[in-house]
Structure formats: C-alpha cells, structure tokens
C-alpha cells in the first residue's frame, strides 16, 4: 500500500475524535429534547468542519480503476510534488494554466513525469499530488503543502484540473499501483463534490424540494462511506459503484446550487450515527427491503442494523412522476415498465462465465427452466435454474447484475421469466422500475415535491422512517 502523508496520522486521529464528538453531542442533544417522532427540527451542532473526500475517478475507456498512463491538463496555476517529500525540490514543478502534464509508471520504480513535447523524468516516489497554487484560507502557519488537500480548494472554488475531458475542484492524488497500473484520486471538501454529484444523480431542473432530499442522501452516502472506509486509499468511486460524479463538467441551474447550498452539512442519522442511505430511479410502485439487496447494511460505525429504515413497501407517488416525465409511453417506459428480452445462448454463456469465478464450478447444459423460489415484496429473491447439466441457484440480483443495465430492476410480474418457445430463443423478463428498488425513487420524490408540494424532510420520513436528519457542520 503506497505511504501515507506526513499529516496523516494526526488528521486520521482528528477524525475520529469528531465523529465521537458528533456522536456524543448528538445523544445528549436528543436526551434533552423530547422527541415527537418526526425529524422536522434540524439541530445544528456548531463547531464541526467539512472532513473532505476522496473520490476515486475510474478509467472510463476501461470500465476499471486502473489507468496504464495520464493526462493531466491543469486549468489555473497548480503545484505538482510528492506529498512524503515535501522539502525535496527535486520532485517539485510549478504548472500555468493550460499546460499539460502526462504521468505513467515508470517500470522499475516510481514514475515517468514529464510536460507535453518536453524531457521525462523520473519521481522515485509512491504518490505525486496536484494542488491548486492558491487555495481557500488557512491559518497563517499552516503550509497548503502539508494540509490534508480534502479541506481547501482553490480559492476561486474553479476547476483545477482536467482527466479525461472532465474539469475537477479540488487537488488530484496520483498512485502507483504497480509497473502498469494508476490510480486517481480527487479530494476535495465534501460540499464541492455534492455539488458535482447532484445534478448527475437526478435531473437538475426539478423541483428544488426533491434536489434537496437528493443533495443530503448524497452527502450522508459520501460521509458515511469516508468514515467507513477511512484505512483504504479513497472513500468513494465515480461512478454506480458509490454516486456519479462528473467533477464540474455536469449541468448546472440555481435550483441544484441552492439545494446543496440550502441544506450544508446536513447528514442522515438512525439513532445518532451516520448511515449510508440508498436511492434508486424509480420503485415502479414499491421498494425493496435493504436487506434482501444489501444484507448486512448498518450505520457507519457497525452497531444499528438498517432494517427498519429502508424497508419494503408501497409507494403511491412513482406512478404519477413517471407520468408527469412521460416515462408511461412505449418508446420510454424504462423508467416505469420494460421488457428484457435475453437470448438463450447469451444467458449461458453468462452463467458458465459466473460459475468459473466460483470456488466449485457446476456444469452449464442448455437452460430448460427458471424458476423464482420466492420473493421480497415485488421483487425476485432466490432463482432455480435447471440445465441439462447441473441445477444452478441465484438471485434476482445476481442475474441482473450478469445481465447488465438491460435488467432495469428485480421488479418482475408473476409470468416472468417467460420461456423461449419455437418462435423465440429468449427468455422475456416483464420488469416494473429501474434500480435496486431501496430507500429513496427519486422519480417519486419529484413527484411529491411538485404535485404534492412535500419539502425534503418528508420524502426523507416516508423513505428512511426512523432517520433523523442532523447537521454536522455549517
């Protein structure tokens, strides 16, 4: 694992002292107060401070975290050194906006570095950090060089780089994995990535009520997840796997700038810890319990099961979001019903290639039955599938992640899967929603917000019961 900065270990211990400090004032703050059963007052528990996050931007072109080589073009005056070697200027360049950088690893050590149409160097060094020359205020005696780059960002709050035609905020952390391998990483605070993120997650020209509700799922996921995955290199990915993030090439209105400004610091809580809540396109008229899809969801800190806050259930508000977005007519029912049509001989292939990853593979002979062994509400749970060869046993969940984003949801009606036949050589899914189905259908907070003029905190009641919404900085 590559070393870590000098200021690690203290910022490391810093945080764990306010999120224990958070964790306390929040416990007397509700032992204090009588508590109604809704979450509509918002207690604000001054003195905390924006913690950062780390934001690991996939190699698009590969579908994989990996990059083989970079090109980095920063956007206004930047620093390039190695974060372990502060006092070295040997590794040390100073860039003007619009030059270009292009970074690979060096295969014996190290890496390869080097402007556009210039010499090559080579950094005997774990990690090489882009930084923005001028940053937001620090206390005079603090060295940007030396801060943890996730508390500032360039003073003017612009891109400071760009990755693969998308402009960032913030500072890039570059890491070498191995001889062919690198990774990125922006840190930056967590307001200006919610303000990338939001408008990428939901449509940045609804209601500003259900951009709000959006604006704090997203900014409880990445805060929760910076806790939880504090030890690792980076706290979430750009992409289905964590939230979409586009940095600051994503669209922008007033209503998604004041959503994210309106509701800053604000962060989900069950029984005063953070949690990770889940969202999804549209439940198509019921969610999932989050432990069918995601057993074994807790609040960040491992102690409070999610069961009763993101539970199965109906939803009477999806339907007419789909409507009011014309998501009911032929050529666009994906977002409320679809059908996924899988060919015989894909579907094979697809599960020959699953049981190789296993510790014991079976046998894969022609399909000749699929049969849903039960169900979670609406939605598929446990699969038998005969074969010629070996009987198999999946999820709903595990076939739609085989088969991709044409499996819209696990939302299937009681006829499904319908069989090949010898007019066909497909299996025919009837598929109501789009997503896992847990927490929150942002189809249908748009829906509440605009024709049942809800404000934010009462999509986050119906879709989190039990939730309690708590600002942890300002």
Same mark, same amino acid.
């Given at each position: ?15 764990? #002292? ?36 780390? #934001? ?15 090109? #980095? ?87 400071? *780089? ?5 402009? !960032? ?108 809540? !889940? !969202?999804?396109?549209? +439940? ?9 899809? *995601?057993?074994?969801? *807790? ?9 009763? #806050? ?23 029912? +994906? ?80 006829? +499904? ?9 497909? !299996? ?47």
């Amino acid at each position: 694992m590559p070393s870590f900065t000098p200021f690690y270990p203290l910022f490391k211990i810093l945080l764990l #002292v306010s999120v224990v400090c958070f964790f306390m004032t929040a416990l007397i703050s509700d032992i204090l107060e009588e508590r109604s059963g809704s979450h509509h007052h918002v207690p604000v528990l001054a003195g905390g401070t924006d913690p950062g996050v780390r #934001v690991l931007l996939r190699n698009r072109s590969e579908k994989s975290r990996d990059h083989e080589n970079m090109r #980095v073009i920063v956007q206004q005056a930047a620093v390039v050194f190695a974060p372990e070697h502060l006092g070295n200027e040997k590794y040390r360049l100073q860039l003007k906006a619009q030059e270009e950088l292009l970074i690979s690893p060096h295969p014996t050590d190290g890496f390869s570095i080097g402007k556009r149409n210039g010499a090559h160097e080579q950094w005997q060094v774990a990690r090489i950090r882009i930084q923005p020359l001028r940053t937001t205020s620090l206390p005079e005696d603090q060295n940007p060089l030396a801060t943890n780059p996730r508390l500032f960002e360039a003073n003017n709050a612009n891109a400071v *780089f760009t990755l693969g035609q998308r402009r !960032y905020r913030g500072s890039l952390d570059i890491i070498r994995r191995s001889a062919r391998k690198l990774w990125a990483v922006n840190m930056l605070p967590i307001e200006s990535y919610i303000a990338g993120v939001v408008g990428k997650e939901m449509n940045p020209t609804w209601p500003t009520e259900a951009l709000k509700a959006q604006a704090i799922c997203s900014r409880s996921y990445a805060f929760s997840k910076q806790y939880e995955r504090r030890m690792q290199p980076f706290d979430v990915q750009d992409g289905v796997q964590d939230q979409a993030y586009h940095g600051m090439s994503g669209p922008s209105t007033t209503a998604l700038e004041w959503a994210v400004n309106d509701t800053r610091g604000l962060i989900l809580t069950y029984k005063n810890i953070p949690f990770a809540p !889940y !969202y999804h396109g549209s +439940s198509g008229g019921y969610t999932a319990d989050v432990d069918f899809v *995601f057993p074994k969801s *807790f609040t960040c800190d491992g102690q409070h099961a999610l069961s009763s #806050v993101m539970i199965a259930k109906e939803d009477p508000y999806c339907y007419k979001g789909a409507e009011a977005n014309n998501w009911l007519q032929p050529a666009t029912r +994906s977002r409320w019903e679809s059908l996924c049509t899988v060919p015989l001989k894909k579907l094979r292939q697809l599960l020959i290639a699953d049981e190789k990853k296993r510790p014991q593979p079976k046998r894969v002979g022609t399909i000749t039955k699929i049969s849903i062994l039960d169900r979670n509400g609406h939605y598929a749970g446990n699969l038998r599938i005969d074969t010629t060869g070996d009987t198999l046993y999946r999820s709903g969940k595990d076939l739609r992640v085989m088969i991709g984003s044409s499996m819209r949801s696990t939302q299937w009606s009681d006829a +499904s899967p319908l069989p090949p036949s010898l007019e066909k050589d497909y !299996y025919t899914f009837e598929v109501r929603g789009f997503g896992h189905g847990v927490g929150m259908s942002q189809t249908s907070a748009y829906a509440m917000a605009r024709f049942h003029k809800k404000q934010w905190l009462d999509i986050v009641d119906f879709f989190y019961p039990g939730s309690r919404a708590q600002a942890l900085w300002e």
